[in-house]
């Protein structure tokens, strides 16, 4: 499986790096560097890592609706077309 670092960056380098100067880009980078593993995360928050497949589901489930509404409002609104 991939690292949580790995996951971190690639969201990162997907929706907020463009936005950041090169010096933010940097610092994230630093803070990308003192993520814990995935399993020590997952420890800390309680979470069972046996149960992933589960979690998924139940968060896709929740995130749903809400992530139907916000993609309703930016065609309404015209602004999945903004570069």
């Not at 979470?47 to 992933?52: G, T």
Request: glycine content about 2%; charged content about 30%.
């Amino acid at each position: 499986g991939r690292t949580l670092k790995a996951c971190v960056e690639e969201a990162y380098e997907e929706s907020l790096m463009e936005h950041h100067s090169w010096a933010v880009q940097q610092a994230v980078a630093v803070a990308f560097m003192l993520l814990p593993s995935k399993e020590s995360f997952a420890e800390s928050l309680e979470i069972d890592l046996s149960k992933r497949a589960e979690y998924k589901q139940r968060v896709e489930a929740c995130m749903k609706p809400m992530n139907d509404r916000m993609y309703a409002y930016y065609e309404e609104k015209k602004l999945m077309d903004i570069p």
